[in-house]
């Protein structure tokens, strides 16, 4: 199938988690039909803390958005519905609509989140009578099957379909053919284009860049001044530019990762350094559950206008316990990070080695932590400096990061965790995946 040929599905599911919690709520009795009346999923509904994950078309109207604190959705629309996640019952529905996909259409599929994925339509299109056939085929086989509606967009290149997936919803198909995108892209506003954010949006509009049109007729030398390679980026999706193709097969991993795109952007290095602690929290579990130990760790930063930066360095002995991966990963984020506000945060090991194999121990690796190093900051911020003598040995901290994994794998990821470590007031989503760690976003579709 030569690249004129590649026709691609971006399939989408229409507000993911607000559709997958209705249905279960009718399988169980329980009425209205979320989708049919002003409701969002997030938060909770005694204390009116958190932030809205999904919403209906109806809780739309009020002007509701995605991430903004159940409370400012409460006030815009009192008797507003609100529901819990559960995304033990996500999973199972997107593995439910992946194995459909895979079985009775494509396994040339890419899975990008829980709620959204690509399908190279070219390896099966001599099964249907067209794209656009094939595509209605799979809207309503996947509502037939398990009751929810899907958007699919049809392209020629990925971005191209994922922008036609977000046209008129819900259970819609549309194309956007590279003949189609002056007329049905080039009027919509610069924010509607696939990977510009809010303050990209902005900095755009300042310009005097308004349109996606705009944006494609500009100079690319302008841009990248403006925006580095971002720039370079959102001029070639303006022109449904993207040669990336379908990735059936993850590459074999060389590494366990985990990065996580913050609500709001990060200006203190002490808030970025809880967090870094969460993720090797879950770098260290991995890394345990697999009996594999680190010989490099990484830490990513991207910045609130797009661009990335990161850093490595190699540990003095290979390593996976939670002290070792934060305190490498706190000195690396105080080398690398420049004081601009910070977007996404995330931790990388690789080099890894079974934690059978024989390590070369370096006289480094004892004794424990002096209270000045960022971890013992974190867990024992009043602590004085203790003898040499007193403090627990790497193997001890092994030890009990162990426990604890072994803990949380039986009775659920936060029925243990460190007293002294107060997160509680953390709002940010958790996205684990094995190196190069990927950030997703909210299944809002």
Known sequence: MTEEKRIIFHIDVNSA??????LERLKNGLAPDLRTVPSIIGGDEKSRHGVVLAKSIPAKKYGIQTGEPVAAALRKCPGLIMAPPNHKLYREYSRAMIKLLSEEFSPHLEQVSIDECYLDFSSCANRFPSPEEAAMLIRDRIFERFGFTVNVGISTVKVLAKMASDFEKPGKVHTLYPEEIEKKMWSLPVSDLFMVGGRSASKLKSLGILTIGDLARSDPAFLNAQFKSHGKLMWEYANGIDPSPVVTKKPEAKGIGNSTTLSQDITEAARAKEILFTLSESVAGRLQKAGQLAGTITVEIKYFDFTKASHQTQTLSPVNSVDDICRLACSLFDELWDGRPVRLLGIRSSRLISEDEPVQLSIFDLPAPAASD?????????????????????????????????????YGEHAVRRGSLNLTSTNFSDRSASAPSVAERHPDG
Do not use: C, N
């Not at 988690?17 to 209705?22: D, E, G, Q």
């Not at 974190?378 to 004085?384: D, K, L, V, W, Y």
């Open 17 to 22: 988690y607000l559709s997958w919690t209705a």
């Open 374 to 410: 960022p971890v013992s900051k974190i867990f024992h911020p009043g602590r004085q400096k203790e003898e040499a003598h007193t403090a627990p040995s790497s193997e001890k901290f092994r030890q009990l990061d162990a426990a604890m994994e072994k803990t949380r794998r039986k």
